[in-house]
């Protein structure tokens, strides 16, 4: 049975479709008003800044939060404070009493909620789920989450053209109070009695010491798993040489003499690839994740030797679509096994580390690729690229991830 047909999922589904929608009205009104009142590039890259800060800062907290209390009353509370300081920068610049300083402060705090309920979010899926529906559950909520932010920024530039950056923030709020009204109907399942009663044993602890020593418990679940630590670790670095794509297209296109059109083809090819895969993944039943895996990561790597390579616009759209592709079906597959090798209680933890370490492999990236960009020509740089994710195969090649991954279908711990 699809996953579709599960209300509980539907619920959580609707939710995060309404959230992943709002998600661009704040950034671009903010951008947008930002820029249009000072003219300032640097006051916008220390935005984004301050966003991955308090994301990379926070999200490991939010699934400690998430492991110990109700995931559904934790991402609730979340989206009803996102959503009021939204509407209140909202008013409050249409009112024209919005000042810098207050927007560090908000973005500060709507990425802290952001952060905080990310993990409860991650963990919710495999509770309301069967094991035998989790990629068919990633796939159909990858698939509408990616559509929802592919959507959201046309529609907040539309809405901050017509509206203003006021209007659209308004309407930005509303779509996250309304994610917060679905999840408020969604029925959390309980876990089983023994584990209830170790979460509330840990939770009778010593106020001060109980959340640390939630925290480095989480850790150790994952430095304890030689396939959930290959996973961590393999994501993280993927995410930071993959990361320098964001600022390396722009100029790529002019290189190929694509102009700004090209710009735009080539950065909709990888969403593309990824939509594809995604929707292949509903309807494809992997029973051995390495089969997918590893040609996932080996596909990635050809997709930027194509750029390398690419003498056209043509041929490099068709080789960021196919990396978007295999990009798509490898990280249902590795969502999969984080779902259904971390025990239920700790799975908040899990993806809380696991998206503090994404995040933080960004920046890192931009910054190498600022660095880069200075002292070598463009395509050299993707062959760079393509040379470490070939390297990154390897981690999935170690005999006791192999044996895990091959040998058998993934089981739960």
Known sequence: MHPIKNAQFRLLLATRLSANLSAGFFEVAVI???????????????????????????????????????????????????????????????????????????????????????PALGALLPLILPKESYQQGNATMGLAVSLAGMSSFPLAGVATAALGAGGALLVGAGLILVAGLFMAFLQEPRLAPATEQAASEQASGPVKAAPVASFIEGVQAVLQNSLLLSVVVTVAVLNLILAPLTVLLAPYAALLTAGAAGFGFLAGAAVLGQLLGLSLANFWKVSRPLAVIVPGTV??????????????????????????????????QLEVILQTNVKPELLGRAYGLLGSLSMAAQPAGYAAAGGLMAIWPIRPIFAGMAVLVFLMTAAWLRPAVRQQLSTRPVEAS
């Open 32 to 118: 947008w008003w930002v820029f249009e009142t000072t003219g300032s590039g640097a006051l916008i890259a220390a935005i984004a800044l301050v966003g991955s800060l308090s994301y990379i800062l926070v999200a490991p907290w939010g699934g400690v939060l998430a492991d110990r209390y109700s995931k559904k009353s934790l991402i609730t509370l979340m989206y009803w404070i996102d959503g009021v300081l939204t509407a209140a920068a909202g008013v409050l610049l249409m009112l024209g009493q919005l000042h810098l300083a207050l927007i560090f402060l908000l973005l500060a705090i709507t990425n802290i909620a952001t952060a905080l309920r990310a």
């Open 299 to 332: 596909g990635v790597g050809l997709s930027l030797a194509g750029l390398y390579l690419a003498p056209s616009l043509p041929v490099a759209i068709a080789a960021l679509a196919f990396g978007g592709l295999c990009a798509a079906l490898m990280n249902v």
